[in-house]
């Protein structure tokens, strides 16, 4: 079993299935109240990429300095996604917690967050991008995905 390691986070170990998929142990995320997630860095030759690393504890340097106030700044986008997607299939008496929300952080309490994953665009601009993979009330197919980049 490979390890790397990340000035940020230490140890990663190699995944079993994805040999360029690199999992930390679940640690404690400021921005998410202190939840406890795996962070996996995707996609990632350490012998093919040098300045990965660097720029993925850069990203999450900046990302486990947020707290859960900028959190709530997000709120009204991610009450938007919901209302949007509940407008397209209509009415269900399933969702009416969510139609009846009065503040839009309330929406967190209808957010369960999985894992986040960093990873470089391979196209474009190529920067390191941080991905939050949520689940979600309101699109249990597919969920919620918040995305930061460096």
């Known amino acids: 079993m490979k ?5 940020v986070i230490g140890r990663l ?7 360029d998929w690199w999992e930390s142990k679940p640690m404690q995320i400021p921005f998410l109240e202190n939840k406890e997630l795996k962070i996996t860095f995707m996609d ?5 990429d040098k300045e990965f690393m660097v720029e993925a504890d850069n990203a999450l340097e ?3 300095s947020k707290k859960q106030e900028e ?3 997000l709120s009204e986008l991610v009450h938007k996604n919901c209302m949007e997607f509940l407008n397209t299939i209509g009415y269900d008496e399933m969702d009416k917690p969510l139609w009846e929300m009065k503040n ?3 929406i967190w ?3 369960y967050p999985q894992g986040i994953y ?3 665009r391979n196209r474009r601009d190529e920067d390191i991008y941080l991905n939050i993979t949520c689940e979600c009330e309101w699109e249990q197919e597919h969920g919620l995905q918040l995305v930061f980049s460096a």
């Open 118 to 120: 960093i990873t470089r």
């Open 3 to 7: 390890e790397i390691e990340s000035k």
């Open 71 to 73: 959190r709530l700044e």
């Open 104 to 106: 839009k952080n309330e």
């Open 44 to 48: 990632f030759v350490p012998e093919d």
């Open 13 to 19: 170990i190699q995944n079993e299935e994805f040999d």
């Open 109 to 111: 309490k209808y957010v």
């Open 62 to 64: 900046n990302f486990l």
